[in-house]
C-alpha cells in the first residue's frame, strides 16, 4: 500500500501542471520557494483525492466477515417426520454472524462466497433415517442410516465445500423418499457451516 501511494504521488507530481522545467521555475531564491509551496499545495490537494479513491476501491473488495454456526437437535428421538420437513436443531452452540435461523432451521448466506457445511446424523434404534443437505429446495447430498438390523446407534457426517450466492438458503431435510422414520437427537444430531472465503 505505502509503495502504491508513493508512486500515485509521484504519478501526480509528473503529471501536475507545476513542472521543473527552465521556463516555470524562477532564477531567484523566493520564486522557488513559491513554486515549491505550489508543488506541496497541489500534493496535499491530490493526497485527499488518492484517500477517496483509496476508499472506493476498499469499498470494491469483499469485507473479511466471520461467519459460522453449529447446531444440534436437543430432543431424545424427532418423531413422526414427514418427507421434506426440514430439521430444527434448536440448541445452537454457536452462531457467529446471526446467519443460522434456529425456529426455521434455515441458514441464509449473508454474501457470496466459499462455504463449508457439515452435517452429522444419528438413527434410532430398529429405525432406518435419510437426511439430505437442501440448497434453495436442490439436493445436494444425502446421509442414509440404517439401525434395523442392529442392536446400536449408527451415526454418520458428510461435509461438503460449497460456493453460494448471497441469498441463498441451506437447511437439513428429512429425504423425499423415506417417510416417518425417526432420528436419534441429544445432541447426536448436528448441523454445522461456515465462511471460508468471500467472493
Ligand atoms: C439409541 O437410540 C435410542 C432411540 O433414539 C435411544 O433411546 C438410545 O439412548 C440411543 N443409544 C445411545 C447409546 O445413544
Ligand atoms: C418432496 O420433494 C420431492 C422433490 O421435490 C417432491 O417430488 C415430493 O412431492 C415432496 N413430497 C412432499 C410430501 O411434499
Redesign the pocket.
Known amino acids: 500500500m505505502t509503495y502504491f501511494i508513493i508512486f500515485t504521488l509521484a504519478f501526480l507530481l509528473l503529471s501536475t501542471d507545476v513542472n521543473f522545467g527552465q521556463k516555470t521555475v524562477p532564477e531567484d531564491g523566493d520564486g522557488r520557494y513559491d513554486v515549491i509551496e505550489k508543488i506541496i499545495k497541489k500534493i496535499c490537494k491530490k493526497k485527499i483525492k488518492v484517500g477517496t479513491l483509496k476508499q472506493k476501491l476498499e469499498e470494491q473488495i469483499p469485507t473479511a466477515r466471520t461467519i459460522g454456526f453449529t447446531a444440534e437437535a436437543s430432543a431424545?428421538?424427532l418423531h413422526y417426520l414427514d418427507e421434506n420437513q426440514t430439521i430444527k436443531f434448536d440448541r445452537v452452540v454457536s452462531n457467529i454472524g446471526n446467519a443460522y435461523h434456529p425456529h426455521t432451521g434455515i441458514f441464509g448466506v449473508p454474501n457470496s462466497g466459499v462455504f463449508v457445511f457439515s452435517v452429522t446424523a444419528t438413527s434410532?434404534?430398529n429405525k432406518e433415517v435419510t437426511l439430505q443437505l437442501m440448497v434453495d429446495g436442490r439436493p445436494i447430498f444425502n446421509i442414509n442410516l440404517d439401525s434395523r438390523d442392529k442392536r446400536?446407534?449408527n451415526s454418520a457426517t458428510k461435509t461438503y465445500v460449497l460456493q453460494l450466492s448471497a441469498g441463498s438458503d441451506v437447511w437439513v431435510a428429512m429425504s423425499d423418499w423415506h417417510g416417518n422414520d425417526?432420528i436419534?437427537g441429544?445432541m447426536?444430531t448436528s448441523f454445522t457451516g461456515f465462511l471460508l472465503q468471500s467472493t
Open positions: 431424545m428421538n434410532s434404534l446400536w446407534n425417526d436419534h441429544n447426536l
